[in-house]
């Protein structure tokens, strides 16, 4: 069983800068892959970016590519989000998730365990 905790998210001005934590605890797969994704108010859960648990390796969604970093510190079991240049349509409750076979990454039916969420508002 991994337990996934968020923390981070508040209200911030457009082109600020915020980043996110998710503390994992549980094992966690040596195959697995720590994703975020976000749903914003009447539209669908939608991923933002992954990273490989051993390798590092990333992924992003093309919206955010440029502007978001997800970095791990597997000592910490902990994943973060860094988001620049935030924009209004960035606003959603961002929920991180762990795949224990690293497959389907793209998409919420790869992942295993959710967390939370934590709520980015970002202010124009």
């Known amino acids: 069983q991994v337990q996934l905790v968020e923390s981070g998210g508040r209200l911030v001005q457009a082109g600020g800068s915020l980043r996110l934590s998710c503390a994992a605890s549980g094992w966690i797969s040596s195959n697995g892959v720590m994703g975020w994704f976000r749903q914003a108010p009447g539209k669908e859960r939608e991923f933002v970016a992954a990273?490989?648990?051993?390798?590092?390796?990333?992924f992003y969604a093309d919206s955010v590519k440029g502007r978001f970093t997800i970095s791990r510190d597997n000592a910490k079991n902990t994943v973060y989000l860094q988001m620049n240049s935030l924009k209004p349509e960035d606003t959603a409750v961002y929920s991180c998730?762990?795949?224990?076979?690293?497959?389907?990454?793209?998409?919420?039916?790869?992942?295993?365990?959710w967390g939370q969420g934590t709520q980015v508002t970002v202010s124009s």
């Open positions: 998730a762990a795949s224990a076979s690293g497959r389907t990454i793209w998409f919420t039916v790869g992942y295993d365990y």
């Open positions: 990273i490989r648990w051993t390798s590092g390796s990333t």
